[in-house]
């Protein structure tokens, strides 16, 4: 992107102006309610080129999701009404299409029988969450002070319409659609309150309230689908969710405060630890409240492009046959390298390249044991971040380390490094 803006000299900045001037190719800063123009050199200062990139896949990421939202929903519509149609009340689903389910057997059967025997009390479950969002509308309005309580009070109302939405288009797609209805809350909330009045926080607030309860319900349904077949009571693991998340409010901040000391630039984009999802999502809150005035000139027509593009490729996805389909490129994934860079997509070649020369040795053996292998590797690798952390914390320096260079600059280290003996 660099390059094709540089051209624009004299179009899109002034080309008089130094490659170093903040007017000019080096940059806009971001600041908490709008993009402008600085006369400083402060860290927080972006590229033009950077922001039109953040901007650009913000856009596919918006549009990959409002095509598998409204795919989602179409899907979840049509899946209900059939099956609302044809299935006897007092029943549980047994089959995700529409074809006329066969006699259920035995193990069907018992499955069935387990999991209606040891319901959880409606009352639990209303009273539950009215107390939730008490304690919600008290207390985030003294954390997040332009976060009004009838803002959440508002979130609150909404959000089971939408987690139910979302549990039952995930039960029947495999596909979580919470962070559309956090980046939907963000718009919504934002332009609600307006730039003045805190919207980007207000913003972002709403969109954590709003994923958590969405985000919790599809997470619970699926923990409910593995205990219907393994026979484990829904009470049990409903109690094992309510302990695992209060467990869960004691250990997530103590290891980001773990990581916000050991690492001082930590959420920087040239960090070790960019936290490239917070830079989607502020500059989201900016858009939704600032309006796209504050864009570069020029970047709300490549938005446009993009955004279309990411509709386009899936409907390409979706058209095509499963065999033409996998060699076209996924908008979201595309979309990811705009903000923590293209060094990820080595990784991810080496692993594909693995997974083929396994499929091609043995396609059942890969079929069954890839998915554990690449939890194995991404358990591992989150594990090793907490020491990691810890050595950091504690100031200890690696014995060795490793670089790759070019071979012109490999060549230079070399003649230096002969001057020296």
Same mark, same amino acid.
């Given at each position: 992107m660099w390059p094709l803006i540089e051209n624009q000299k004299g179009n899109w900045y002034s080309a008089t102006l130094p490659p170093s001037n903040l007017h000019g190719l080096q940059g806009y800063r971001v600041n908490s309610l709008s993009l402008n123009h600085v006369n400083d050199d402060s860290s927080s200062i972006l590229s033009l080129s950077y922001v039109v990139q953040v901007f650009i896949g913000i856009a596919m990421i918006l549009g990959d999701g409002l095509y598998?939202?409204?795919?989602?929903?179409? #899907?979840?519509?049509?899946?209900? !009404?059939?099956?609302? #149609?044809? #299935?006897?009340?007092?029943? /549980?689903?047994?089959?995700?299409?529409?074809r006329p389910t066969s006699a259920l057997s035995f193990d069907d059967e018992r499955r069935t029988e387990v999991f209606l025997k040891d319901q959880i009390p409606r009352w639990i479950a209303y009273g539950g969450y009215v107390v939730v969002a008490i304690v919600s509308i008290v207390t985030l309005p003294h954390i997040f002070h332009p976060l009004r309580w009838y803002f959440v009070l508002v979130a609150y109302v909404v959000a089971p319409i939408l987690a139910f939405c979302n549990a039952y288009g995930c039960g029947l797609t495999d596909w979580s659609l919470a962070s559309t209805y956090g980046k939907l809350a963000i718009f919504i909330f934002g332009a609600w309150v307006g730039a003045g009045n805190g919207g980007v926080l207000v913003g972002l607030a709403a969109c954590g309230v709003m994923m958590s309860i969405v985000s919790t319900a599809s997470d619970l349904m699926q923990d409910f689908k593995t205990g219907y077949l393994t026979l484990a009571s829904p009470r049990s693991m409903f109690v094992s969710q309510v302990i695992g998340t209060c467990m869960g409010c004691v250990i997530a901040p103590c290891v980001f405060w773990l990581f916000f000391k050991a690492y001082k630039d930590i959420g920087m984009p040239e960090s070790e630890y960019p936290a490239p999802y917070a830079i989607i999502y502020r500059n989201m809150? !900016? /858009?939704? &409240?600032?309006?796209f005035s504050s864009l570069p000139e020029h970047c709300l027509t490549l938005c446009?492009?993009?955004?279309a593009l990411a509709i386009v490729i899936n409907l390409a996805r979706d058209i095509a046959g499963n065999k033409v389909a996998r060699f076209i490129p996924i908008p979201m994934a595309m979309a990811i390298p705009f903000y923590i860079g293209s060094y990820f997509a080595i990784?991810?070649? !080496?692993?594909?390249? !693995?997974?083929? &020369?396994?499929?091609?040795?043995?396609?059942?053996?890969a079929d069954a044991f890839a998915p554990a292998m690449a939890s194995g590797l991404i358990c591992g690798d989150g594990i090793w971040t907490l020491p990691q952390a810890?050595?950091? /914390?504690?100031? &200890?320096k690696p014995p060795i380390c490793m670089k790759f260079l070019s071979r012109t600059m490999n060549d230079k280290v070399d003649a230096y490094i002969s001057t020296l003996s």
């Open positions: 598998n939202f409204l795919k989602v929903l179409h #899907r979840t519509t049509s899946a209900f !009404i059939t099956t609302a #149609r044809k #299935r006897p009340a007092g029943t /549980l689903p047994v089959s995700d299409d529409d809150a !900016i /858009l939704g &409240v600032v309006g446009y492009v993009f955004f990784d991810m070649f !080496i692993g594909s390249v !693995i997974l083929y &020369v396994w499929e091609r040795r043995n396609k059942a053996k810890v050595l950091a /914390l504690a100031q &200890v």
